[in-house]
Nanobody, 127 residues
Framework: QLQLVESGGGLAQTGGSLTLSCVTS????????IGWFRQAPGKERDWVSC????????YYAGSVKGRFTVSRDNAKNTAYLQMNSLTPEDTGVYYC????????????????????WGQGTQVTVSS
């Protein structure tokens, strides 16, 4: 059972930045695709970004493209989501998720594709 732990959430002002981390201490993340999801109050949990397991390709939702950057450090068993130019619309609980051997083409998959989830970290952006 892969356990993921997110951290790095908090309060930011509009235009500010935060970096989220997703770490596992049990198994290597090397073979997992990592997805980042956001759930705003009263809304569905939607993907914002993902990074492939094998080739490291990255994909972004249109609302965050150019502002967010997903990356991974397999040696540290950690994935990151760098978030810049934050707006109040970025407010929500952010989750990382893992999909064994996931290699996506063109877009990130729906949340049903992922096998393991972290507990989430709250991001609040004030206007």
């Amino acid at each position: 059972q892969l356990q993921l732990v997110e951290s790095g959430g908090g309060l930011a002002q509009t235009g500010g930045s935060l970096t989220l981390s997703c770490v596992t201490s049990q198994y290597t993340l090397e073979y997992y695709a990592i997805g980042w999801f956001r759930q705003a109050p009263g809304k569905e949990r939607d993907w914002v970004s993902c990074i492939n397991a094998n080739d490291g390709r990255t994909y972004y939702a249109g609302s965050v493209k150019g502002r967010f950057t997903v990356s991974r450090d397999n040696a540290k068993n950690t994935a990151y989501l760098q978030m810049n130019s934050l707006t109040p619309e970025d407010t929500g609980v952010y989750y990382c998720a893992a999909d064994l051997f996931g290699d996506y083409e063109g877009t990130c998959p729906d949340k049903s594709e992922y096998d393991y989830w972290g507990q989430g970290t709250q991001v609040t952006v004030s206007s």
